[in-house]
């Protein structure tokens, strides 16, 4: 923990670290959540042109994240190192042999745990798409994707959990083949335990301790 504090320092500054070390302590959460079973999971008919790399291509993988992703206006560097140890796994769209879109499928993720599901259970985040690209359905793409990883991976379901108001995300999510499964709101202390004051399911348990 100490030595992600350290790099955060050294990324982010002292007030985003400040932030982010607030968030860990207490925070309220709220979100829609969408979800998809992996059983029926195929791979998306992509667009002539796109050139799909998944994390499991590891040369072509590891140039496109020294050359290109670590570049991109979006904070992927928690993600890339998910990757690196193996906790979650990439996609990256190419055109023009450039990056146009990247998204991640976390297994067996804290947050996953917070919002009520078990271990089986993957999570779709931070999809991204470049401005000049949006309008094409790549989100909706990346999404099928991302589940039919989740698939090869040995997972159940995927989950996706969006702010109220992205409504492009909701509508890429359910265009990708997913469902809306309810709304979730959150109180988060210490980054363990979590009531759930607003449940999408009440299979889904009101207060627990997640580790």
């Known amino acids: 923990m100490l030595t992600k504090i350290a790099a955060k320092l050294q990324d982010d500054g002292l007030l985003e670290t400040l932030a982010f070390l607030r968030k860990k302590l207490v925070r309220v959460e709220k979100h829609q959540v969408y979800i998809a079973s992996c059983a029926d999971a195929e791979e998306p008919d992509w667009l002539p042109g796109e050139q799909v790399c998944y994390s499991s291509y590891k040369a072509l993988w590891d140039r496109i994240v020294s050359e290109q992703l670590?570049?991109?206006?979006?904070?992927n560097?928690?993600?890339l190192q998910a990757v690196s140890r193996g906790e979650a796994k990439?996609?990256?769209?190419?055109?023009?042999d450039k990056i146009v879109h990247c998204a991640f499928l976390m297994c067996r993720n804290k947050?996953?745990?917070?919002l009520?599901?078990?271990k089986n259970v993957g999570l779709l985040?931070?999809?991204?798409?470049i401005d000049s690209y949006r309008g094409r359905g790549c989100q909706a793409r990346s999404v099928a994707a991302r589940i039919k990883m989740a698939e090869q991976a040995g997972l159940d379901r995927v989950i996706s959990a969006t702010?109220?108001?992205?409504?492009?995300?909701?509508?890429?999510?359910?265009?990708?083949?997913?469902?809306f499964f309810g709304n979730a709101e959150l109180f988060v202390l210490l980054n363990t335990l979590v009531v759930r004051y607003k449940r999408p399911d009440n299979s889904i348990k009101r207060v627990e301790l997640c580790w």
């Open 77 to 79: 560097r928690d993600y």
């Open 90 to 96: 990439g996609l990256a769209v190419l055109y023009n």
């Open 125 to 129: 985040g931070n999809a991204f798409t």
């Open 163 to 179: 702010s109220y108001d992205n409504l492009s995300s909701q509508r890429g999510l359910v265009h990708g083949g997913m469902k």
């Open 111 to 114: 947050s996953t745990a917070l």
């Open 70 to 75: 670590a570049a991109l206006p979006v904070r």
């Open 116 to 118: 009520g599901f078990d």
